[in-house]
Antibody, heavy 123, light 107 residues
Framework: QVQLQESGPGLVKPSETLSLTCTVS????????WSWIRQPPGKGLEWIGY???????NYNPFLKSRVTISVDTSKNQFSLKVSSVTAADTAVYYC?????????????????WGQGTLVIVSS | DIQMTQSPSSLSASVGDRVTISCRAS??????LNWYQQRPGKAPKLLIY???SLLSGVPSRFTGSGSGTDFTLTISSLQPEDFATYYC?????????FGQGTKLEIK
């Protein structure tokens, strides 16, 4: 079964770039779409964006100007970069597979999820 | 953006109780609605997709229903492991959005 694992620094300074990688195991990244979702401490879930293995992306407008999601099919990984971070970007960051049946533009859901990684923005 | 509103925000119940959590979308989303369970310190886990389809391996005491703007998640007989926070999520259009969560606590 497919498993996902996030990795990257747990502490980032304000104004710098947050960088995380999600490694996919138990299956090929050359299927489905792959997403990043975050959860500020004690708060709800925010969808950041997704990428297809071909490299096509879809970002949430609330972060779009600062976010880049990329994919490395040779390593079965996809990555997240958030530039110019502030304390408001402190959150647990999850990677997840965006699964669907039939039409990829139709009904979709997030499954499975990685365990999540806490990123704190602080000097 | 489509706003998702869950009610109640928190709920106290006992083992064996039947509970219902509601989720309302700010516009019609057909059956593009998913439900997740999140235990403290853990990642969310998918329970129900496309409003009423139970993910393989999820106990049958979980059921989802609804379409359009109003949806419900029902747990027929609460088990100790069901005390968690539940989120609905719409996949009708991007940006995908989640409800604020319903925290299910032991009475």
């Amino acid at each position: 079964q497919v498993q996902l694992q996030e990795s990257g620094p747990g502490l980032v300074k304000p104004s710098e770039t947050l960088s995380l990688t999600c490694t996919v195991s138990g299956g090929s990244i050359r299927t489905n779409y792959w997403s990043w979702i975050r959860q500020p401490p004690g708060k709800g879930l925010e969808w950041i964006g997704y990428i297809y293995y071909s490299g096509s992306t879809n970002y949430n407008p609330f972060l779009k100007s600062r976010v880049t999601i990329s994919v490395d099919t040779s390593k079965n990984q996809f990555s997240l970069k958030v530039s110019s971070v502030t304390a408001a970007d402190t959150a647990v960051y999850y990677c997840a597979r965006r699964d669907y049946y039939g039409d990829p533009t139709g009904r979709s859901w997030f499954d499975p999820w990685g365990q999540g990684t806490l990123v704190i923005v602080s000097s | 953006d489509i706003q998702m509103t869950q009610s109640p925000s928190s709920l106290s119940a006992s083992v064996g109780d039947r509970v219902t959590i509601s989720c309302r979308a700010s516009q019609s989303i057909s059956s593009y609605l998913n439900w997740y369970q999140q235990r403290p310190g853990k990642a969310p886990k998918l329970l129900i997709y496309a409003a009423s389809s139970l993910l393989s391996g999820v106990p049958s005491r979980f059921t989802g229903s609804g379409s359009g703007t109003d949806f419900t998640l029902t747990i027929s007989s609460l088990q100790p492991e069901d005390f968690a926070t539940y989120y609905c999520q719409q996949s009708y259009s991007t940006p995908y959005t989640f409800g604020q969560g319903t925290k299910l606590e032991i009475k």
